[in-house]
């Protein structure tokens, strides 16, 4: 069913990270910086008459989550590899999820890897690498197709909130590829908003597979490709050449429930 030419990894080399230039201080009275306001409203405040008090303080014993943040692609990648480990295992800890973290995270969020994975029920990236809240900005269109918004969300996690990488997630059996695949065969048109996606997927086709092989085949074809494109994003492709960025291509077998880097 699979095609010998796809190739995997456990691990995709991610380029050393180089010191980042240093900044020079704000002034004292300086206006607040687009960034400061973008995370305030992302964010959100305590309002007025909540029903939950919050208090000033978060109990001692609780660490911020954000000490805890992968900083590095390499690390954030081994922060999601251990997690599916975990997840294919049957040995979840689902983090994070604790009433001291609930309230830390109402002064803000430190995600440390943005994934676009697909719409599939099956496929919940959360689950998948056995995150909680706070760690991970997911996106997810079926088939992990491109637009405006998706290129938006991406860039708002790596360029607002510092997030190290960005994880392209496809999967097994996944039907927006299957149903683009199908189309480009037959020649019969999808309903409107379903041509688009197919449309989207076309250019990585592999014609040299057929059947089932072909579907396999270009489920990673597609992956490779938006992380391709994904990189070439100028302001994405600059924090890629000093190391403060990785973009990865990544598949999840439903039947071992284990994430694969695709090389």
């Keep these: 069913m699979y095609s010998n030419r796809r190739a995997s990894t456990p691990v995709l080399p991610v380029p050393a990270p180089v010191a980042p230039a240093a900044v020079v201080p704000a002034p004292a009275h300086a206006p607040p910086s687009r960034r400061a306001l973008l995370r305030t409203a992302v964010a959100g405040t305590a ?16 660490a911020p989550v954000a000490e805890s943040r992968p900083a590095t692609p390499q690390e954030a990648l081994r922060r999601l590899a251990a997690g599916n480990r975990r997840w294919a295992a049957y040995r ?32 919940p990236p959360e689950l998948v ?13 079926a088939g992990e197709v491109l637009d405006e918004a998706v290129l938006g969300s991406i860039a708002y996690g790596v360029l607002e909130l510092d997030v190290p990488l960005v994880l392209v997630l496809g999967h097994q059996s996944c039907g927006a590829v299957g149903a683009a695949v199908h189309a480009d065969e037959s020649g019969e048109p999808l309903p409107a908003h379903i041509q688009y996606l197919a449309e ?32 070439a994003e100028p302001d994405l492709a600059r924090r890629i050449a000093t190391g403060r960025l990785a973009v990865v291509s990544a598949r999840y077998e439903l039947r071992d429930q284990r994430v694969r880097t695709l090389s």
Excluded: K, N, Y
């Design 47 to 62: 309002a007025a008459g909540s029903v939950l008090a919050l208090g000033s303080a978060f109990p001692a014993s609780a």
């Design 200 to 231: 989207q997927i076309r250019p990585a086709i592999d014609r040299t597979q057929h059947g089932d092989a072909r579907v396999s085949a270009t489920i990673d074809a597609h992956a490779r490709r938006t992380r391709q494109r994904l990189a």
């Design 92 to 123: 979840q800890e689902h983090p994070h999820e604790t009433p001291s973290v609930r309230l830390q995270l109402v002064q803000g969020q430190h995600p440390f890897a943005v994934v676009l994975g697909c719409v599939d029920s099956r496929v």
């Design 129 to 141: 690498f056995d995150q909680g809240l706070g760690d991970l900005l997911t996106v997810r269109t």
